[in-house]
Every structure is written in structure tokens, then in C-alpha cells.
């Protein structure tokens, strides 16, 4: 929900309309969430989960096993996946075209000592996508509630995310 | 507690003018902007994050106001009762379970004349245990005095939220309000909104004068809240004549919500429809009739299904209470068919509780109109477009004599 929110924020940032509706149950710490981003050239006027996802971000490398993370994806999306697996190791569906991944756990432990993927995830997206900058990312940051180190190590996080992502174009990797 | 206007320019007007924010984070700036006495919290989802946004804007000193943190929501209304008799501006928020036990203080604030702003973050009733959105909470209380606005937009949240302090301690109305806005979709939808400059809205609350007609005040006691009715002495006429102030004050507001709107688009460039909002009702041959957050959804629903040949608008009800009678049977005048979609259930009539009241301005317009009641959206289920074509698709049904005898369940089978 924090990187939804930063997201529309850098999104704004860039002149664009966002909306971003989180969806969750009863408040426990490391419960399955999700969260719909809407970006748009014009104002956004539905306030409504996304039921058909052009982009899936995915922060945890292990909710796929409880969540359908796929369902009602559009033909030809992208997903941005934070995983210690090589491309071929996953099970993805028909129809995605471009895959963003990253060991976002691994480098989170670097930076954080603990999990927590959020920002570096924010920053493969924006690699993957290009639908922000890291810099509208950066700045969306730095007016958070972000202060001192934590504000530096999310930076770091946001930074490596955008650099270490490895980008796979499927089309191309099929048809080579 | 100072009553003097203070001085601009600390608060909100140091962030940027474009931000992103939540509904809830939407409402606690605007309080910070009014600069108000007294405020009393208790959390509860969907409002936590409310009463959280209030705290730390009192914490990091951009906010000059009491905070009381009550061991309940009947004390948390109880305490504000006392600021607002002092001459204190107000703000609490609730919802659901926070409300119904806020009840009987609840009562007393429209009785006592006190022009008590409250965000209600509307949720679905219990039980079976739900913590999501839905109107059911603000509906069971309708009948209790008070003025209830519905918001679509995150920025009308921020706009209204503003506006409310306005409209309640206007001296023709002196009633408390809830600025209602639906729990999940704008309580956490986070988009992007305006702010207003302080100056501006400093300007525009103008000089606060809101203890003239009672007052707390050692060196002029006064008794409040007497006992009256029975149906001996004085009682009965003294009853009486408070419950017609209460209800003329209400009438009076439907005025007032309009020239504070209107003033407000004047003043800040943003306007919204005070009591009923047509959208593109022009030659509609039939009407969606919406309330709150799903009207976004509708809207692009209602262009899509325009640019496909159907004559369809949408009558969005902002003011709930006092219900607009007048002002929605002139936008309903020329239709052939309502469907009304509700966020909440009406047990007694088998209906949605805005259709039902809505059947009242059908008899206002003098012809039988085919009507549906679809419910939808409740304890935090979505409305999306897909919905509202199905929703406009049945409501056309009605122009051919195809009228149901009980309610569409919208989400039945999502």
C-alpha cells in the first residue's frame, strides 16, 4: 500500500492523474495484499479495483503459491517479479510479454537486515515499465514520511531495484 | 481555547499545492485548514488511518488544536459536546460499530444546536463481522438530526470536509455535520488532489462566532439541554419548539449548502453540485440514481453506453439529509425510468433505503415512473463499470414495463 502510494505519487509528480486503492482483510503484518494503481493522462473518475491488470507487481516471491497472481491479466502485459529463480524456472502464463525480475529478498537483506521489498520493487518496475522515472520515484521518497537513514537506505533500495533488474522480452526470446 | 482567528500561514500551505493523499489524510489536512478548538478520536477501521493523520499533524506542531484521546466514541462525542458549548470549533471522525455507540450523544448534538463536524468513514453493518465499506451505518442513523453529505472524489473529501464547518455553523442552520466518505475506496484510495491556499481558507471561514446562542461561561451560567415534553405545563410546547427549529434549520441548510458551494467555486476554482448532481441528463430518457464514491465508476459506464446509443444520465445525490426533495424531482422530471443503486440495505421495504425515499419525489412528480432498487457494493465490494452497464442495461429493461418486484442484488454473483 506504501509503494502505491509512492508510485501514484511519482506518477503526479510527472504530471499525470493516479489513483491507488489498496485492498486488504483484518491488519497483520506480512498478510497477503494488494494494491490497484491507475495512472492516466486525464483525471481517473472510477475508484475500483483493477480486475484486469495491464502490469502485475509482484513483492513477495512466495504469494503466487496462495494467490493467483495472474487472474484476469490482459494478453501481452508485463510482470515485474521479485524472485531468486532464473526466468526459466518459472511457472508464468501465455500471453505475458515482458517479465522484469529481480532477487529484490536478497538485496533487501543487504540493505534493510530484513525483507522488506517495497521500494526496490517500486525501482524494477519503473526500469521494467518506464511509466516513471527514478527520479519522480526518488522525489516522492524524499517527500514521504521517510527520515534519515531510513530515507537513505530506501533511496539505495528504490536505486539497486532500477539497476539490477533484468528485463526479458518474451516475443523475442520465443521466436530466437 | 483562543477564539481569535490566527494567524495564516503555517499548517497545510507549506506542502506542495498538488499532493497525493488518501481520503482519510484528504479530511485531516482540511481540518488542519480550519483551524479548529477541539478534537476527540477513537480509531476504528476503515478510520484509523484518519484519526492517525489528525495526531501527527497536532504532533508536528501544524496544527494548533486540543486532542483528546477518549476511552470511547460516547465519550469522544460527550467531550466535544462541552468544547462546542464553550464556543470551540469541533472534528471527530467514526464509523460503524464507533457510531452505534456514539448513539445517544449522537442525538443530543443536532437537539443542543451544536455545529459539530464528523467525518464519517462509512461501513457495512455487523453482523456477520465485516470492517469494510458500505452506507449502512450513516443510513440506520438518517432519522437523528443531522446533515449528511456523500463525497465521490478524494479532493471533494478535502473540499467538503472545508466546506462543512461552514454549513454547520452558519447561524441559519447551527446543526452538526458528517461529511461521509466510503470506507476502502476513498478512506484509503490515494489520488491526486489540490490543496487550497491557508490564506484563502482563512479567508473564507472568515471571523469564528460559534458559542452566540449558548455558552459554557463561569461568569454567566446558564442551564442547557432542560427538561421538557410531557403533556403538562410547558413541556409540550418546549419539545415542540425545538424539534421545529431542528427541522427548519434543515430546510435552511438545503439554501446554505448551495451559496457555501457556490462561494467556495467562486473563491478556489473547484466546483461541485451542493444537492444533486446531473450528469449528462440532457434528453436522458433514463436516470442511474447514485450516492457517493461509486458515481465515478457510473460515469464512465453512462459515456460508454452513450457513445453506444442509449439515452442514459446519471442523478447523483450529494446531500442525502436534508433530502433534496425539490431539487431531484426537477432532475428526474423528464425520465421514463430510475434505477436507484444503494451501498446499503432497507430491511422493512425490501429495498435500498435511497430508492425508498426516492419514491417519496416520485409522488412529488404527479406520474408513475417504472423504478428498480439495485443494491450493491456492500461491506466493501466493488461497483465497476462492468456493474453499471448491467445496471443500465436492466433499468432499460423498465421502459418496456419489465419492473421488478424486489431488489437487483448486484454483486450476486461476483
Not at chain 2, 457494493?377 to 448491467?390: N, R
Amino acid at each position: 500500500m506504501m509503494a502505491a502510494g509512492l508510485l501514484a505519487a511519482g506518477l503526479v509528480a510527472e504530471g499525470k492523474y493516479a489513483v491507488a486503492i489498496p485492498s486488504f482483510g483484518f491488519e497483520r503484518r506480512g498478510a497477503p495484499v494488494v494494491a490497484f494503481v491507475r495512472a492516466d493522462e486525464r483525471e481517473i473518475r472510477r475508484m475500483t479495483n483493477i480486475t484486469h491488470p495491464d502490469c502485475v507487481l509482484c513483492i513477495d516471491p512466495t504469494v503466487g503459491r496462495s494467490v493467483d497472481i495472474f487472474a484476469g491479466m490482459r494478453s501481452g502485459g508485463t510482470l515485474v517479479q521479485t524472485s531468486g529463480r532464473a526466468l526459466a524456472e518459472l511457472t508464468l502464463p501465455a500471453g505475458l510479454r515482458t517479465v522484469g525480475l529481480i532477487d529484490a529478498v536478497r538485496i533487501a537483506m543487504e540493505i534493510f537486515r530484513r525483507p522488506i521489498t517495497n521500494t526496490l520493487m517500486l525501482g524494477a518496475l519503473a526500469r521494467t515499465t518506464g511509466i516513471v522515472s527514478l527520479a519522480a520515484l526518488e522525489q516522492a521518497l524524499a517527500d514521504s514520511e521517510f527520515r534519515d537513514a531510513g530515507l537513505d537506505q530506501n533511496i539505495a533500495a528504490l536505486g539497486r531495484g532500477y539497476r539490477e533488474t533484468q528485463i526479458h522480452h518474451l516475443d523475442r526470446e520465443v521466436a530466437a | 481555547m483562543t477564539m481569535a482567528v490566527r494567524e495564516a500561514g503555517t499548517a497545510a500551505a507549506t506542502r506542495p499545492r498538488h499532493i497525493v493523499c488518501e481520503g482519510n489524510e484528504a479530511a485531516a489536512l482540511a481540518v488542519a485548514m480550519v483551524r479548529p478548538d477541539m478534537l476527540s478520536v477513537y480509531p476504528i477501521t476503515p478510520q484509523s488511518s484518519l484519526v492517525e493523520h489528525l495526531a501527527k499533524l497536532c504532533a508536528d506542531g501544524r496544527m494548533d488544536a486540543e486532542i483528546v484521546d477518549a476511552e470511547g466514541e460516547h465519550s469522544v462525542l460527550s467531550v466535544l459536546q462541552g468544547a462546542a458549548l464553550a464556543g470551540g470549533r469541533t472534528f471527530t471522525a467514526t464509523c460503524g460499530p464507533g457510531l452505534a455507540f456514539m448513539f445517544e450523544p449522537y442525538w443530543r448534538t443536532p437537539g443542543l444546536r451544536l455545529p459539530i463536524v464528523m467525518a464519517l468513514v462509512t461501513r457495512d453493518g455487523i453482523t456477520p463481522q465485516s470492517v469494510w465499506g458500505g452506507h449502512q451505518d450513516a443510513m440506520t442513523v438518517r432519522e437523528a438530526g443531522w446533515i449528511q453529505i456523500y463525497c465521490e472524489t478524494v479532493q471533494e473529501v478535502l473540499d467538503t470536509t472545508i466546506m462543512a464547518f461552514r454549513i454547520a455553523e452558519h447561524r441559519d442552520v447551527m446543526l452538526p455535520v458528517n461529511v461521509c466518505l466510503d470506507g476502502n475506496y476513498l478512506s484509503y484510495g490515494a489520488a491526486r488532489v489540490t490543496l487550497p491556499d491557508q490564506a484563502g481558507v482563512d479567508a473564507f471561514m472568515g471571523e469564528r462566532n460559534i458559542n452566540w446562542h449558548a455558552a459554557l461561561d463561569p461568569l454567566r451560567p446558564m442551564a442547557v439541554d432542560p427538561l421538557t415534553g410531557g403533556s403538562g405545563g410547558k413541556g409540550p410546547a418546549a419539545f415542540l419548539r425545538y424539534r421545529k427549529g431542528q427541522c427548519r434549520s434543515m430546510q435552511n441548510a438545503l439554501r446554505v449548502i448551495t451559496e457555501v458551494h457556490d462561494e467556495y467555486a467562486a473563491r478556489f476554482g473547484r466546483a461541485f453540485a451542493p444537492l444533486v448532481e446531473r450528469y449528462r441528463m440532457d434528453d436522458a430518457e433514463m436516470a442511474l440514481v447514485t450516492l457517493g464514491s461509486m458515481t465515478g465508476a457510473a460515469k464512465d459506464a453512462v459515456d460508454e453506453a452513450r457513445a453506444a446509443g442509449r439515452r442514459v444520465g446519471i442523478v447523483k445525490i450529494k446531500t442525502f439529509s436534508p433530502f433534496p426533495v425539490e431539487a431531484l424531482a426537477q432532475a428526474l422530471a423528464g425520465v421514463g425510468a430510475i434505477g436507484v443503486v444503494d451501498r446499503s440495505v432497507g430491511f422493512r421495504w425490501n429495498c435500498g433505503p435511497v430508492f425508498q425515499e426516492l419514491l417519496g419525489v416520485l409522488y412529488r412528480l404527479g406520474r408513475p415512473v417504472p423504478t428498480a432498487s439495485f443494491i450493491g457494493g456492500l461491506a466493501g465490494a466493488d461497483l465497476t463499470v462492468e456493474h453499471f452497464h448491467a445496471v443500465i442495461a436492466r433499468t432499460a429493461a423498465l421502459l418496456g414495463g419489465d419492473v421488478p418486484d424486489g431488489p437487483i442484488w448486484v454483486n450476486e454473483n461476483d
